[in-house]
């Protein structure tokens, strides 16, 4: 006798609306912590320091998926998130292990790009492994493979969404460079977009995590993210 499987509450198209509204509605903060993480980010490009902007960069982008994941597991828990709460992550008791996971998620998903068929596989899989271990207290590998758990059934509808707004991005993008071209002031526009994209993008990962244990477990969002109180 097989078990029946719960019922899909969520579509591509909600959480391209759900993310969207995340954003938009917690603006201020997220948009905050982002310009403020790509500021460093910038600067290091700025100083052509190579392979040590690169590797900084790569820290900088889990920084801010660390903060924004908490700011949105609260906003979802309905807490309103502040930007200085959000920051005040970094000094966090698992700041260290969480940025961690997130170098080395990162660092495989990019080299696995040079196979072209990498990221589309290991995206969706390790979808939720920073508010894995943000809400569960897991250790690297039991994130990755609660992750792996979490969203098996689910991984084609993850991957169309982080596909969908990435074409959404990345045609924006083609369209800033068209009107304003590759100078300084194309340049400030693509940094301040990457800002505003990536406040859409890092919702996602709580979003999914939420909304997975919801439909696989039963609990509520309040349950799931009472942990972080």
């Known amino acids: 006798m097989t078990t029946a499987l719960p019922p899909q509450s969520w579509t591509v198209t909600s959480i391209l609306e759900r993310s969207y509204v995340l954003a938009r509605d917690n603006f201020a903060a997220f948009f905050t912590v ?50 200085e709460p959000m920051l005040r992550q970094l000094q966090g008791p698992m700041f260290g292990r969480l ?10 998903i990019a080299v696995s790009a040079i196979v072209v068929i990498g990221p589309l596989f290991l995206i969706p899989l390790w979808a939720v492994t920073i508010p894995v271990m943000m809400v569960e207290r897991t ?21 169309g969404v982080f596909l969908l707004w990435f074409v959404i991005f990345a045609l924006g993008a083609i369209l800033l460079v068209l009107l304003l071209g590759h100078g300084a002031l194309g340049s400030l526009a693509l940094w301040i977009y990457g800002a505003l994209a990536g406040i859409v993008m890092h919702t996602l990962p709580a979003i999914f995590y939420v909304l997975l244990r919801e439909e696989k477990e039963g609990l509520s969002a309040g349950q799931i993210t009472a942990a972080l109180d």
Not at 99 to 108: D, K, M, P, S, T
Not at 146 to 155: C, E, K, P, Q
């Open 99 to 108: 940025l961690l996971l997130g170098c080395i998620q990162y660092f495989v």
């Open 34 to 83: 982002a310009v403020i993480f790509g500021a460093v980010s910038l600067v290091m490009n700025i100083l052509s320091l190579g392979l040590l902007a690169g590797l900084v960069g790569l820290a900088l982008s889990a920084a801010t998926s660390i903060c924004l994941t908490w700011g949105t597991l609260q906003a979802i828990g309905g807490r309103k998130p502040e930007w």
């Open 139 to 159: 250790d690297i590998g039991g994130a990755f493979n609660r992750s792996m758990d979490l969203t098996v059934g689910r991984r084609l509808p993850i991957l």
